[in-house]
Structures are given as structure tokens and as C-alpha cells.
């Protein structure tokens, strides 16, 4: 019995060192959650039960050792993660901080991708690569940047500073700063130049073509006042 309850003790006290740790060192991460997704009830249920920051915490430590030059172990960390999460970050992606995938099922992130600071992405949305050839083939993306759920964005291409990604969209083009990609392929519209509405109300997303066919309807409703 003693020896059980020494064992527990153990157990408790690793976990409880397991949390600080995290909570400590991930404290920015954690904050972007609560900040990011209205969902969130609490720190502790972030930590334990979000797989989006469990794949971010695995591909922190798989860096490390990718960093070292120890590639299986790296690898091995990471398809562990994937199994868990269903979030697949190859170690060799480099990735800013405060980074928040939400929700995350099916996200892939390629070897040679770049991810700045304040990045947020959706389930479903893929980082990859657009041939075989060796070097950069993954995208780089800018600073506070929203790509929505299923948005595949191909190639050693670039999205720009606060720019917004659409559901589904499939970018293999580079995409200035201050924009919106919707479709595909993925067209660009300009937000007036402004960042991008932190609020993430995804059904006031500005869209190309019909900005074109409201355009053309109020020639034509000119052309026949004339």
C-alpha cells in the first residue's frame, strides 16, 4: 500500500512539474488560444485538451533535435504528434510565435515552409510543397495572417503581412500584404490597405467576383437610365 501510494505521489508530482513547465513556457500560445477561439473555458483545459498546442509543443522539441542534426528522432516525434492529433508539422518548418491552429484535424505543414509571428490556421489546410525539386518548395507566411479551413496554399510562394486566406482557397501564386485570396484558383482582393478584422467574421470576407458583377451591374443599370 505505502509503496502505491509513494508511486501516486510520483505521478502527481511529475504531472503537476509537467504543467508548470508548459504553462510557463508556453504562456504566449496559451494566451493566444483564450484570445482566439470564444470556446476556450479555461487555462488548464487549454493545456491538457487542445491538440493544436499539443502538436505545437511536440514540434518545438522535434525542431530542437532537426536543429542537431537528428533527424530520425525528430521525425519520429513528429509522426507521434501526428498520431495523436491528427496535425502533421514536418520539424524542419520553421514557425514564429504566438502560432494557433484551431480546431486542426488534417493541417499539414512542409519541411521548408516559414510561419511568422501571430499566424492563425483552420482545419483542413496545407502548407506543401508544388514539385520535387530540393531546396525552398514550401510557402512562407507573413505575420498575422488567417487561412481558413481547407485552404491549400502550394509552393515556394509568399503571403503577406495580415492577409486572409479564404476557406478552400488554393493559392500558388505570391499574395501581396494587406490582402484577401478567396477561390480557385486563388483570386486577390485588396482590403482598402487595412489590416485584417481581428473579429475573424469570416461571412463579410470580400469577394473578387462578385465585387465584378456589382461593378459591371451598376454600368449597366447607367448605361440604360441613358
Known amino acids: 500500500m505505502a509503496y502505491f501510494l509513494n508511486t501516486l505521489l510520483v505521478i502527481l508530482v511529475l504531472f503537476i512539474a509537467k504543467i508548470l513547465f508548459l504553462s510557463l513556457f508556453f504562456y504566449q500560445e496559451i494566451r493566444t488560444v483564450q484570445k482566439k477561439d470564444p470556446a476556450a473555458k479555461s487555462f488548464l483545459e ?47 518548418a520553421k514557425i514564429g510565435e504566438r502560432f494557433f491552429i484551431d480546431h486542426g484535424m488534417g493541417v499539414v505543414i512542409g519541411e521548408t515552409a516559414i510561419i511568422g509571428d501571430d499566424v492563425l490556421i483552420y482545419q483542413g489546410v496545407t502548407l506543401g510543397g508544388a514539385g520535387l525539386e530540393k531546396g525552398k518548395r514550401h510557402p512562407t507566411v507573413g505575420n498575422n495572417v ?5 485552404a491549400k496554399i502550394l509552393g515556394n510562394i509568399i503571403i503577406g503581412d495580415n492577409s486572409y486566406v479564404g476557406a478552400n482557397a488554393v493559392v500558388i501564386k505570391d499574395v501581396p500584404p494587406n490582402s484577401t485570396v478567396v477561390g480557385v484558383p486563388g483570386r486577390i482582393t485588396k482590403q482598402d490597405g487595412k489590416k485584417i478584422d481581428t473579429s475573424l467574421d469570416h461571412s463579410h470576407t470580400l469577394d473578387p467576383i462578385m465585387q465584378s458583377m456589382e461593378e459591371l451591374q451598376k454600368r449597366i443599370d447607367k448605361l440604360e437610365k441613358k
Do not use: D, N, W
Open 46 to 92: 487549454i493545456l491538457l485538451l487542445y491538440q493544436g498546442l499539443h502538436a505545437l509543443i511536440s514540434y518545438r522539441f522535434a525542431h530542437f533535435f532537426y536543429k542537431l542534426h537528428l533527424y530520425f528522432l525528430a521525425r519520429l516525434l513528429s509522426q507521434a504528434s501526428r498520431f495523436m492529433t491528427g496535425i502533421e508539422i514536418h520539424p524542419g
Open 146 to 150: 488567417v487561412i481558413g479551413a481547407g
